[in-house]
């Protein structure tokens, strides 16, 4: 068995649902796939001694998590007070609606589609709420609208799917484009390094000890990813779907569709930047 603490990020063991941090408490929907891991982590973030609590992704439309989440706020004494989502696809913002009507919260998003109520949300916004201070962080990339919160109470970021409690992201060509995601980690790299953020809160699989080394090794997966993507071109591997099928030799085939959407993406990156 691999030792956890080996692992890129450190992660943490045992049960994912339940309290991770002092302020923050994972409560796990039941859509676990290929894509989503465990299944979507939906966060209830608030102040200890505060009776409101913002809700992070309440996930899936699966009525029986969204009253799961309601009722594990309640039972801590929590009213959720607002919802926010870090993007747009489904399996994290597709119960936000029906989520909202069983809280009587807005829904705020950086994507004016998915708002419930007047406000989005931007890059640097600080959202206060009984006490809680969650910092907007713009992390394109994974999808053109994908943010994470800084949580500096914790030293802790919740990453939506820019970074995984266990493997790496989809960049989702066309939407997701891996110039803005790579600038993203760097951005979050610097959360570690400036900021002092060492726990990773994320969208799939479990809470991170160790952010740095989290955003180290995706910063290094890309690279090794878009060299071996060059190279396969040069070889004359000219369509996505040949570099898939010779780069991801090693991976279940199940998962080439979504695999070549991250290649689209690194062929798109490498001719902007003139290496194929």
């Keep these: 068995m691999t030792d956890a603490a080996a692992l890129p990020g450190q992660p943490r063991g045992g049960v994912l649902s339940g309290s991770a941090t002092a302020h923050a408490v994972n409560v796990l929907a039941p859509n676990a796939s290929a894509m989503t891991l465990d299944g979507t982590n939906t966060w209830i973030v608030s102040e200890p001694d505060s009776e409101l609590a913002v809700v992070i992704d309440p996930g899936p439309l699966d009525d029986g998590h969204l009253r799961n989440v309601l009722d594990t706020a309640e039972k801590a004494g929590k009213r959720v007070a607002l919802t926010l989502l870090t993007h747009g696809h489904p399996d994290h913002a597709e119960g936000a609606g029906r989520f909202a009507e069983l809280t009587g919260t807005k829904v705020r998003a950086l994507d004016p589609a998915l708002r419930?109520?007047?406000?989005?949300?931007?890059?640097g916004d600080v959202i206060g709420l009984g006490g809680l201070e969650l910092v907007v962080v713009a992390t394109p990339g994974h999808t053109a609208d994908s943010l994470c919160f800084h949580l500096p109470a914790d030293?802790?970021?919740?990453?939506g799917d820019t970074v995984l409690g266990r493997g790496t992201t989809?960049?989702?060509?066309p939407d997701g484009r891996l110039g803005d995601y790579l600038d993203s980690l760097r951005r979050l790299r610097s959360l570690t390094?400036?900021?002092?953020?060492?726990t990773v809160l994320p969208g799939h699989g479990p809470v991170l000890e160790d952010a740095q080394g989290a955003v180290e090794f995706y910063l290094a997966h890309r690279a090794h990813r878009l060299a071996q993507v060059e190279t396969a071109v040069e070889d004359g591997h000219c369509s996505p779907e040949a570099v898939v099928a010779h780069v991801y030799a090693d991976v279940d085939r199940s998962?080439?569709?979504?695999a070549e959407l991250s290649?689209?993406?690194?062929?798109?990156?490498?001719?902007?930047?003139?290496?194929?």
């Design 193 to 198: 390094v400036d900021d002092g953020v060492h």
């Design 170 to 173: 989809l960049v989702a060509h």
């Design 116 to 123: 419930l109520g007047d406000e989005g949300l931007a890059a």
């Design 263 to 276: 290649v689209r993406a690194q062929m798109e990156y490498l001719r902007e930047h003139g290496l194929i």
């Design 155 to 159: 030293q802790a970021v919740l990453t």
């Design 255 to 258: 998962l080439w569709p979504a």
